[in-house]
């Protein structure tokens, strides 16, 4: 049987475990996924080679310490600096970026034009790139300038909460993990407020929970989404990675999207 999990800190909320298992159930595959608490990301390596496992999700904090220490980066990934899915091949570790394609599947159904970015870490450098490339021109919107010195060197327009003046977005991203667990804000109210007054959608990256957040932006009447969808797409694409393409793309999405209907009923 293959191994695969998914590698975090906090990793306890984690859905990626009924989704992959789910799929790997109904298609017959020789599979089991898990979640590992992994608290220091300098140990994602040893982590992996530890347990032997065939692959892997890195959700946050870790993503850029799972782009540092994998053998080969492939595609975007190369660009984002962060990664959210290993595999390992002939003993080697090749590492993946999922969230990009992943998110902007979710949010392409939307009408919008210009977007605000709330965070900057690996989440924020994905969707940030993939949005670049396709033709948007994302602002980065961070509590301190240290990670924003990533997204300045690559031209992207960007400000701390101290030095922004808020302005119209069509659409508000948060990526950070701002009501994962406590119920905060991923920035000040008042800088947040002034730009739901302008937008028209609120999206969260963090899923199975209605954040802060959304509930802000709901109050202003934006229409709003959480992670849900994202995890989905970007699961769907981890999965094929992971079993060497061998299922149609549409195939994994339905199982996948069953066992979350399963989740909730």
Not at 167 to 196: C, H, Q, W, Y
Not at 222 to 250: C, P, R
Request: proline share 4%; glycine share 8%; net charge positive.
């Amino acid at each position: 049987m293959k191994l695969y999990a998914i590698f975090g800190n906090p990793v306890a909320h984690s859905i990626s475990p009924t989704i992959h298992n789910y799929a790997f159930s109904k298609l017959g595959f020789n599979g089991c996924y898990t979640k590992i608490l992994v608290e220091d990301g300098a140990r994602l390596r040893d982590t992996f080679l530890k347990y032997k496992l065939k692959g892997v999700n890195i959700t946050v904090p870790h993503k850029e310490w799972a782009y540092k220490l994998a053998d080969e980066v492939v595609g975007i990934a190369q660009e984002i600096g962060a990664v959210n899915t290993w595999i390992e091949k002939e003993g080697k570790i090749y590492a993946y970026n999922t969230d990009a394609p992943g998110f902007y599947e979710s949010i392409k159904e939307f009408d919008f034009r210009s977007v605000l970015i709330l965070g900057a870490g690996g989440t924020a450098r994905a969707i940030a790139h993939y949005l670049r490339h396709k033709g948007y021109a994302p602002f980065i919107l961070n509590r301190s300038a240290g990670h924003l010195a990533y997204f300045k060197e690559r031209g992207f327009d960007c400000a701390t909460w101290q030095e922004f003046t808020p302005r119209a977005f069509d659409i508000l991203i948060n990526t950070t993990s701002a009501g994962l667990i406590e119920e905060v804000l991923p920035a000040p109210k008042e800088l947040l407020e002034p730009l739901m007054q302008h937008a028209k959608y609120a999206v969260d990256v963090i899923y199975n929970k209605h954040t802060p957040f959304l509930t802000l932006a709901q109050k202003h009447g934006l229409i709003t989404k959480d992670g849900t969808e994202m995890l989905l797409y970007q699961g769907v694409l981890a999965f094929e990675i992971f079993t060497d393409f061998a299922y149609k793309k549409e195939q994994i999405a339905a199982l996948m999207r069953r066992s979350l209907q399963l989740l909730t009923s």
